[in-house]
Structures are given as C-alpha cells and as structure tokens.
C-alpha cells in the first residue's frame, strides 16, 4: 500500500513514539484470545453496513481480494515500520489472510487477537533488547554508517538478527541527537532508558478493545479511505471536538512518563477560573462529588483519566495534584472544582488585520481583514436543542466580518490552510456569507441521485474584496468553500493545490439497531456520497487548483487523496445555474507579475522558498547520516541561519521570530519535555512571521488598485458589480 493511515486513536506507534491515546493502566488486561459479546456483535453491524447493505457509497462485498486487503491494512496498522514483526512472523500469520472475511461478519476475532498478541510479545523482545545496547559501546559516530528511517516500502526484517541491526542504528541516532543537544552520556542513557521503558509499559497494557477498534478499522480502511469505526469513547470525543465544546474542568492534559499531567488550562474553564493550577502540575488522584472515595490513577492511561474528570455540568470532581515544582512523592493538594461546559476556543474561528502598504503607484494604504479558521465546527446537538449560543464556524465568521466592516477593512482574507473540513453545512452556510443565493455544492449519493445544497438567504455578510488562502492539507469542507469562490467569480484564490477529498461522511450511530440506551458498540463515519462544485468539477483527487500558485511544500505522491490506492477517481457531472460575479483569468497576468517581482525583495518569503527546498531534499533522501561531524556541521549551519536571519529582521524593520534562539534539536519527545516552557514555545510559534499569509493580503491589495485604476479591466473582471469596491453586487 502506498499510504500509510492512521487507525483511529489506539493505532500503534511509529518506532517508540506513542501517541498519547496509548498509555494504559499499570494492570491493564492482556489481550483476549476470543472477542466479548459486545465486540462480536459490532462486527456484525459493521459487516452489515459496510458490505452488505446501501448504506455506503461504494460498499465491498468480502471476496478473497476483500480478505488480503484487510489481512495487509492490519498488519501495516500493526507495524507500520516494520522495526517488530519479522518475514517469519508474517509468514505464520498467512493462514489468517483468507480468514478476514469470516472474522469481521461472523464477529470470529480470534485471528485479529492472535496476530496482535505477537506484536506486544514482539514489543516487549526489542524494548529489552534496546535497553541492552544502551549498555554496550556502540556510540561513536566517526564511520559512514546512516539511519534508514522510510521503511514503507521496504521488506520485513528476514530474522531478529536482521531487527537487531535496524535497531542498532535507531538507538544510535537517538544516542546522538541528544549529544548534539549537549547532554552527557549517563543523563542521555537514563533518558533514552525511561523512554524505552514507558514503550514497552505502554504497549504491554493495550487490550482486547484496542485490539478490536484497529483491526475493525484495518476493514473500514479497505472500503474507503474516509471511513473509520469510532468505540463509544472515541465517537464521544469525535461530537466533542465538532461541537468544540466539553463539560468537565477546561484543562488539556497529557501523558509524562506514568503520570497525567496539565498542558494547558483552557480559559473560562473552572480550572483557569480556580487559579490552583499550573502547567506542569500532574494529577495523581480522583474522585467523584465533593467527599466521594479518591482513585489513585498514576499509571492509567490518559483517556481513562479524562473519563473520571469529565462529567455533566454542575457536579463535583476531586483532584488530588502534586505541582510540577514538587517530588512526585510530595503530599498532594486536594482540589475540588464544580464541573462546566467549557468552549474549546482553540479550533474557533481568529482573526487579525494586516496593513499592506501603498507608496508609489501603490497609492494608498489596505487594511486587509485576515479570518483564520482551522475546521468547519458546529455543535449539532446545540443546534437540535435551539442553543442560542451554540458552537458554529459560520456564526464566528460572520460576528467576525460584522466587525471588520465596523473598522473599516478594505478587503478579506478567509485562511483555510491545514484546514481538513468538518460539518459540510458548514460550509455551505459560509460560502454563503460572500454570495447573495444560489447553489453551494452538489451532492450524488451512491444510487446516482444528485441534490443540491446552497444559500437561500438573501443578502451577504461581506460584498467586498476576497481572498481564499489555501495549501495541501485544506480538505473536504474547504474545498467546497474554496471551490465555490471560484466557481462564482467571487474572489481569488491563493496558495497551493488542496488535498483532493470529495467526499460526504456519516456518522452512523450502531446502537440504533439494537435499540438499547446503553452506548455499547460505538458508531461509524462511513461515505455515503460524493460532492461536486457547482461547475459540475469534482475535487475528488484533483483538489483546488489555485488562481495564484505558492511553491509546493509537499509533493502530492507523498500526502493528498491521490496517495490512497483505493480512492474514488475525479469525475464530473453537469453544471447547476448560479451567478458568475467575476472573471479574474484577465487580472492574473498583472498580479502573477506584480507578486514574482515582490517576494523577489521579499527576504521573509524566499527564506520559506529556501526552507521548503530544503525539507523536501532532505525529505527525499530518507536516511540520517550518523556520522557526527557531519551532523554538528549541519545543526551549526542551521543555528548560523537562524541568527543572521534574526540580525536580517533587526537591520530591515520585521518582526523578530520569536522561536530564532530556540530552533536547535533537543533530541527529547514530547512527553519528555518540561511541559510549562513546551506549552510556552507552542504559544510563541504562534507569532512567527507568517509571509504566506502577508503575501496574500499584497495580492488581494493589488487586484483591488488595479481595478480600481483601470475602469476597462474592471468591467471585464466584475461584469455583475454595480458599486465602487464591491465584487459581489
């Protein structure tokens, strides 16, 4: 398979970086050798949806080709690198491969637990394995030796001798990049040790749930992409985070070592509004109501910790926490907070005004609005429940452009870089913001039945100037957006070529059928339909082709839609009737020249121009030099650059890069780090120039002086304008 995918939120680690939703408890079960009634049962429901019923888009029924995919989808969600399982390993799990079909209808996971059992066995082997080396002299990098660190492609390992020199050069590595960070050998063997420890502890409590949710979702991977199986704990946080909304104590938590700790307090929250927490402080105790008996949770896993926490608004919840300042040992502070409904801001619609200056035959000063948004969030169920203030993308962007034009903006920039959609209506709801009414996006469901979405109310929220700013991981819900602007003329956009998902998901909830009131079998986001522009263009594969082009970051055989081998292809279908506000084909020769002679002066731009040249030759090259010479030359080079391009920013006037003193390679993970200054650094990374976004707002600047200096061009871009400085009416 030529991409890779992540399988839910328990999928298994690359190398021993784990992600947080794997820390377990201390006595976390074993796996299985036979699924539970509620695990057998859900397979069935899957089965029945997925592969034997009208409810998905392009259902696949379980033939023997069926069964190979989902046997090597599991197996890759297994070990993705390959730095475990060896040819023999996989070569005894065959008899499974034609087995799959029966397991996921008739609910028989024996072979999912019995292959997953062998990976933890395989786990534990190399954990002990790489905790000898730390112990052997193997840590002088004068050779020509690299680490090979792309093995997707690459076979199984044919033996454990062959793992054992894989893992050789992975320690080495992670040996010497904390060296280069300046830490010395017996601190650099306790921390690579802790962390090879808290591996092994991590993978070793994963159970039988776990077991079922990646092998479940190995299966809804082979129907599609985009459909995924959620566990009732999984679908709960997937409505929270399109509601952006929790009831429990507002704060972000994660994993150090065996402890829960706080990352970050959420404002508004009751434990921001307490003032009795810090980031960095760890929680090792928690009970329920104001006196209810305390649960000693070091060493639980951090989604069993969140579930103790959160609760209903109104009620109690006791925290027993030691500060970050403090032993672990220390006698901890009991805390008791009445839990909230906490907004999680975080994902919520932003917004800034850039001053894009005139001069010259510039003219003027334009005072571009910039609105950022990272996903298309609603709260459904705030919806349903006639919630006046319930979470909604369009809601914030159009409170947003209400206070644009209070200030006086010129034009709009809509920032949906990194953007991977959500709620598509949503989107249509905000598309139609900057068009009166007329159709968003059409919809064609597996029959062959094509509806159409649009806006049906009349009038807009901004008529003015507009530029969509998009890159490669602007998907789905932003391509509709994106899309549409372009297909009415609207406004411009900018940036690079968008991922290439054209397709509507569901979320289908599996205890509709057995018809219980307990949440037991969890859901599915499974694709139900296809979208289509209102030019009657799939973005299915394709994406977005921008009207003005920013260099490539990632190279779309590496990361988009098109790296799914089993993705729908792009197709059209016919046009639906809508207005055409303008036509900016005639303006884009003056602005491609107006912004090619700009970012050639512009120092900020080609130092990204640069960077991305550089990230994708070392991209390309897959492999780590562990020559360490070689590698202190490289990282001085990199420091060298930082300072002079801060010195660079100091003599022109431009904003200092918050993070130039702080970009060198700490050889630490996330979870190793001091969580305060980690959470602090995240913050700063938040004000680094931005000059995409900056360049941008040039562009948009220079399409509204050139219409406005030249009547003719005007009339041939905006046929439908009737008003100074409005491109919508």
Known sequence: MKSSRLISTVLIALALSVPLALMARADGDGIPTSPNADQARTSKLVHGLLSDSRYAYRPR?????MSADVFDRYLEALDP???YLTAADVARFERHRSRMGDAISNGELEPAHAMFAVYKERVAERVAHVRGLLERDIFEFDGEDRWEYDR???PWAADQAELDVLWRQQVRNDWLRLKLAGREPEEIRKTLDRRYVNHGNNVAQLDGEDAFQSFLNAYTAAIDPHTDYFNPRSTQLFNQSMSLSLEGIGAQLQKQDDVVVIRELIAGGPAAISGKFKPGDRIVGVGQGADGPIEDVVGWRIDDVV?????PKGTQVQLDVVPGSANLDSEPVRIVLTRARVRLEEQAAKSEIITVPGGGDAGVDKRIGVIKLPAFYQDFQGRRNRDGDYASATRDVARILNEFAGEGVDGVVLDLRNNGGGSLNEAVELTGLFIDTGPVVQVRESGGRVSVEGDRTAGVAWDGPLAVLINRGSASASEIVAGAIQDYGRGLVIGETTFGKGTVQNLVDLDRWPGGEEKRFGSVKLTVAQFFLPGGSSTQNRGVVPDIRFPVTVDASEF?????????????????????YGDFKPLLPQLDALHEARIVQDPEFQWWVE????FRAE???KYVSLNEAERRAEREREDVKRRERQAQRRELGLPLDPLAEDGSDDGLQANERDVALDTAREKAAEERPDPLLQESAAILAD??????SDRQLSAQVLPESTQPGSWAR
């Open 61 to 65: 029924k379980f033939d023997a080709a």
């Open 81 to 83: 690198t390959k730095m």
């Open 152 to 154: 997707e492609d690459a």
């Open 307 to 311: 579930e103790k926490i959160k609760g």
């Open 560 to 580: 988009g839609e098109s790296t799914h081998d089993n993705a729908l292809p792009w197709t059209r279908i016919a046009a639906v009737p809508h207005t055409r």
């Open 611 to 614: 960077d991305v040249e550089q």
């Open 619 to 621: 991209r390309a090259k």
């Open 703 to 708: 399409a509204m002086r050139l219409l406005t």
